[in-house]
């Protein structure tokens, strides 16, 4: 299936159990590296239903009988600062009902991963000029 085929079943299973705000397609389906065994990752934002780990593999399932693939759905609530970083930079948006929100989302989301990158700098420098991870 391509992407074009693919967004409106996303759209429609998450939209009934999750209610999103904002949908994003991200990893191999976007970057155009998608072969028969890729599978499909998607991320979302909600503010009205936090799924427990069972209901979004449930949630995941359902996608992946629809889509016919693998699913890989994450809740960027509960993604870490690097995952949301990347998600935003390389992702492509499929589906959003707030602009404002996701605006302020996205820049959240930078300025949490460019603050990690200032606190460890001096960490990473430390580890090269020792060219060890433990204190000596």
Known sequence: MLT????????????ETVSPYL????????????????????????????LDHYERFMVAQELASRL??????????????????????N?????CTNEQKKAEYEWRALKMYAKLNEER?????????SGSVYEK
């Open 4 to 15: 074009e085929q693919i967004e409106p079943i996303i759209i429609e299973v998450l939209t």
């Open 121 to 129: 700098a001096e960490i990473l420098r430390n580890i090269n000029e």
């Open 23 to 50: 949908i994003y397609l991200f990893g191999s389906t976007v970057a155009g590296h998608i072969h028969q065994d890729s599978d499909i990752d998607i991320a979302f934002l909600s503010d009205q239903k936090q």
């Open 68 to 89: 016919h693939r693998d699913v890989d759905l994450v809740d960027l609530k509960q993604a870490s600062t690097v995952f949301q970083a990347q998600v935003v930079s």
């Open 91 to 95: 992702g492509k948006v499929i589906y």
